[in-house]
């Protein structure tokens, strides 16, 4: 009997074991850039946008090539292997008359059902000026770096009928990419975007309006139908507004005090739709959860009431069935890494190795998972550099024990 007890602790330990992990992130690849403080990133630095691409590797969008006092920064798109082989794979040049005629300052990148690598840029797009101005630009480019083509570039059209400030883009059911922009559209308040890969032609399909569809409208977030879902501000509250491909838009009132339209929605394990929400003037920052259809809001508690929640990035719903957050400042100066249930909103783990001195650096940005369970994330700032050298962020990974996805 004592032998099979035994036997059966050992075997409950080497169970708990398997799914273990060392709570400590590694870095996979650093951002280093020349000089003391100042100076040029031949790689790029500060990375907010990093995928996952179909062939195993990693792709991301690094917003400066140049760490300057002024706002002439370029950028680059580049690819990393797991096992740290990093490429740039296009870089964002000022022209002739620093105007970044191709765009400046990138982001948001997603890989098209074409295999190419979508993206867009904060400013950059427009001939005649000096320094960093213009709208943005919407580009693409092959996951080998060759073939770099301008898609759109935004408010090009009069009275920026095409949008502008855009928010991302998702791969709908008829094979599209779709986005939204916070501003410019028919009414000046947003639009839905469409692109088509096969052609790169260009569309507004939705303006949103103050009164009827609410203004402002978030990222966009696919439901297992086909319909593509966001939240926006109307005239008496927010909305929660579905999109189907085929252009039909319907809209429902969510009755809270204010969203957190940067961190766009997330689709929970049980279908329903999940947001982070804050009251103006008041720390905290919390879940909540909707259905589709707009029915069934549950406001959460506040998870946390520091320096008013810190500042989440995205909901990644994880293979343990909870939420994993970077949280950009969070409750140190410098991030966390946070994980939430989706039964309550209840703050279930904080991970803060990031700081001035960490070797992933500061102010996480971005957080997926792979097939294996490991996290892969990215940093703003900071990591391990020599004498003369600075770092401008990392790519890292943590190993938190998750079962496979």
């Not at 939204?180 to 260009?202: D, E, K, L, M, Q």
């Not at 990222?219 to 501000?233: A, D, K, P, R």
């Not at 008041?282 to 009431?305: A, C, H, K």
Request: aromatic share 12%.
């Amino acid at each position: 009997m004592k032998e099979k007890f035994v036997l059966a602790v050992l075997f409950a330990l080497f169970a708990s074991s398997a799914y273990a992990g060392n709570s400590a992130p590694v870095p996979a690849y650093t951002f280093i850039c020349n000089g003391s403080g100042l100076g040029p990133c031949p790689n790029g630095g500060r990375t907010d946008s990093l995928i996952l691409g179909s062939d195993g590797n990693f792709y991301g969008a690094a917003q400066i090539t140049t760490w300057e006092t002024s706002l002439v920064t370029g950028g680059n798109v580049f690819s990393l292997t797991p096992a740290g082989k990093f490429t740039v794979l296009h870089t964002f040049t000022p022209g002739a008359n620093k105007n970044f005629p191709d765009g400046d300052l990138p982001g948001a990148l997603i890989e098209g059902p074409d295999g190419n690598l979508y993206g867009e840029t904060i400013y950059g797009g427009i001939d005649g000026c000096d320094g960093d101005c213009g709208y943005g630009v919407l580009f693409r480019v092959s996951r080998n770096g060759t073939g770099f083509q301008l898609v759109h570039k935004f408010c090009s059209e009069a009275d920026c009928a095409d949008g502008y400030n855009p928010y991302g883009m998702v791969i709908g059911d008829d094979g599209n990419l779709y986005g939204t922009t916070n501003s410019g559209g028919s009414n000046n308040v947003g639009t839905i975007f469409r692109v088509t890969p096969s052609s790169g032609a260009y569309e507004v399909v939705f303006n949103f309006s103050s009164s009827a569809s609410g203004e402002y409208p978030s990222n966009l977030v696919e439901g297992s139908n086909g319909t593509l879902y966001g939240t926006s501000s109307g005239t008496s509250g927010e909305l929660l507004f579905n999109f189907t491909p085929g252009g039909v838009m319907t809209t429902a009132p969510l009755n809270f005090p204010q969203l957190s339209h940067g961190s766009g929605l997330a689709l929970g394990p049980n279908g329903n739709l999940y947001g982070f929400y804050f009251v103006y003037g008041v720390n905290g920052v919390s879940l909540f959860e909707v259905e589709p259809d707009g029915s069934n809001l549950q406001i959460f508690p506040f998870y946390n009431t520091i320096d008013g929640g810190g500042s989440p990035d995205g909901l990644l719903l994880a293979s343990d069935g909870n939420f994993w957050v970077a949280n950009f400042n969070g409750s140190s100066e410098y991030g966390n890494i946070i994980s939430l249930s989706p039964t309550d909103g209840s703050l279930l783990r904080t991970i803060s190795p990031f700081g001035t001195t960490s070797s992933v650096g500061g102010w996480p940005s971005q957080l997926i998972q792979v097939a294996n369970g490991t996290f892969w994330g990215s940093t703003y700032i900071y990591g391990d550099a020599t004498k003369g050298h600075f770092a401008l962020g990392t790519v890292f990974s943590l190993n938190e024990g998750l079962p496979p996805r």
